[in-house]
Nanobody, 127 residues
Framework: QVQLVESGGGLVQAGGSLRLSCAFS????????MGWFRQTPGKEREFVAA?????????????YYADSVKGRFTISGDNAKNTVYLQMNSLKIEDTGVYFC???????????????WGQGTQVTVSS
């Protein structure tokens, strides 16, 4: 059974940065696509970023981003640590929400069709 544990959330001023981490356990990490989603009260969960591990095949990962975070957020992973990261720069108030890590067999998707989810970590961006 896959387990995902997020960390790194917190309170930050607009324009600041945070790095979220998602520790993956229970299966071979490199076989999964990993995604980050966020949710705010009254809104549906929305896609933020995803990564498809290609490191074991040709050494290149494929990443996907929501338009709202392109150029500001970076998703990456450390295969040796079974951890995926979300580096968030130039944060805006509208980035506030609970951020969830998710894992999907056979690669990521920008929909919420993932097999496993973490418990979420709160990110609050203040003015």
């Amino acid at each position: 059974q896959v387990q995902l544990v997020e960390s790194g959330g917190g309170l930050v001023q607009a324009g600041g940065s945070l790095r979220l981490s998602c520790a993956f356990s229970g299966r071979t990490f490199s076989g999964y696509g990993m995604g980050w989603f966020r949710q705010t009260p009254g809104k549906e969960r929305e896609f933020v970023a995803a990564i498809h591990w290609r490191a074991a095949i040709n050494g290149r990962d494929i990443t996907y981003y929501a338009d709202s975070v392109k150029g500001r957020f970076t998703i990456s992973g450390d295969n040796a640590k079974n951890t995926v990261y979300l580096q968030m720069n130039s944060l805006k108030i509208e980035d506030t929400g609970v951020y969830f890590c998710a894992a999907r067999r056979f690669g990521p998707t920008m929909t919420d069709d993932y097999n496993y989810w973490g418990q979420g970590t709160q990110v609050t961006v203040s003015s």
